[in-house]
Nanobody, 120 residues
Framework: QVQLVESGGGLVQAGESLRLSCAAS????????MGWYRQAPGKQRELVAV???????NYEDSVKGRFTISRDNAKNTVYLQMNSLKPEDTAVYYC??????????????WGQGTQVTVSS
């Protein structure tokens, strides 16, 4: 079994910054892509940013230049540095990881979500 535990959400004012973390633990052989998604009230969950094991990244257009995704493969952890936050960034943020387990089977895992609220 694999668990993803997120931390770092909170309430900030527009223009401020937050850093989200997501640590994977359990029966892990390796982790492929890791990503952050978000879901605002009444909206579908959307991809915010993704990073491959080798470090290639991709971002949703509205966060380019403001958010930075990174990972520490030794710690099985992915980060999302969010700068210049806007009220429209308000959402529950979820971590996702493509994990190859100790039994060499691949599964997608999700974190429990962390609330980010940006006030104007």
């Amino acid at each position: 079994q694999v668990q993803l535990v997120e931390s770092g959400g909170g309430l900030v004012q527009a223009g401020e910054s937050l850093r989200l973390s997501c640590a994977a633990s359990g029966s892990i052989f390796s982790i492929n892509a890791m990503g952050w998604y978000r879901q605002a009230p009444g909206k579908q969950r959307e991809l915010v940013a993704v990073i491959t094991r080798s470090g290639r990244t991709n971002y949703e257009d509205s966060v380019k230049g403001r958010f930075t995704i990174s990972r520490d493969n030794a710690k099985n952890t992915v980060y999302l540095q969010m700068n210049s936050l806007k009220p429209e960034d308000t959402a529950v943020y979820y971590c996702n990881a493509g994990v190859v387990t100790g039994t060499l089977r691949r599964y997608d895992y999700w974190g429990q979500g962390t609330q980010v609220t940006v006030s104007s």
